[in-house]
């Protein structure tokens, strides 16, 4: 058995975009997916910019708000799964703090596997 820890404490601070977040990796497959658990803090941001892989976003805990490419923002809580296509601007945000897993690869359908709302 191999125990890890993919904790705040493990991760790295990401400030690119005007961003202020810590994304801790979890896995890169062979099939080119990158999975990851990001941690943004009260008053956290993953500032607005374009998706470079169709991306899906788990939140696990807290409360945030997003929005694509428009100024809309909708209020996302533990359960909601998030997805913006490859090249689609976007941004979330969080003024309590959130956990989040985020999902990066071109292969990414998550209609196959869950209800819109």
């Known amino acids: 058995m ?22 801790s990796r979890v896995i890169q497959t062979d099939k080119e997916a990158n999975i990851g658990c990001m941690y ?6 993953v500032g607005y910019h374009q998706a470079v892989v169709p991306q899906l976003l788990l939140v696990l805990t807290g409360e945030g708000s997003v929005r694509g490419e428009n100024d809309e923002y909708f209020t996302v809580v533990p359960g909601d799964a998030v997805f913006w296509i490859k090249g689609e601007w976007h941004e979330t945000k969080s003024e309590k703090g ?4 985020v999902i990066e690869s071109e292969e990414l359908k998550p ?7």
């Open 98 to 101: 959130l956990t989040a897993i």
């Open 111 to 117: 209609l196959l596997f869950m209800k819109t709302e």
């Open 2 to 23: 191999e125990i890890y820890k993919f904790d705040k404490n493990s991760g790295k601070k990401i400030s690119k975009f005007g961003s202020d977040f810590i994304m």
């Open 40 to 45: 943004l803090e009260e008053g956290g941001i």
